[in-house]
């Protein structure tokens, strides 16, 4: 887990937890998470950075997340971190009483 703050106040996060059995020890999920007024600043791009460090030192050679289909921002950068769309999750989380899909992503680091 990379955490992020600024004076003492917690703004961002990346976590990775690997698979534990042989077939999926190659492998990461993903949750990250920044607080919206620190958005934009470069953050994520060097969270994203310490993970493939992480993953590359580990043996990981896939890394895989879940996004909101609306959530355009975050898609914008996992797209320039070189994640890419594999599927969509139909009605996988609720929010305000509302279905919303989400996209399952990966990236593959050779």
């Known amino acids: 887990m990379y955490i992020v703050e600024d004076d003492g106040k917690?703004?961002?996060f990346l976590s990775a937890k690997r698979g534990?059995?042989?077939?999926?020890?190659h492998s990461a999920y993903i949750v990250i998470g920044i607080m919206k007024s620190y958005t934009g600043k470069g953050i994520g791009k060097r969270l994203f950075n310490e993970l493939d460090s992480w993953a590359t030192d580990n043996g990981v050679t896939r890394l895989e997340l879940t996004v909101m289909k609306h959530n355009e921002r975050a898609i914008s950068l996992y797209k320039k971190m070189g994640y890419k769309v594999e599927g969509v999750k139909e009605?996988?989380?609720v929010v305000d009483g509302d279905y919303i899909d989400e996209?399952?992503?990966a990236k593959i680091i050779e």
């Open 10 to 12: 917690l703004v961002g």
């Open 20 to 25: 534990h059995v042989n077939r999926i020890k």
């Open 91 to 93: 009605k996988s989380v």
């Open 103 to 105: 996209y399952y992503m």
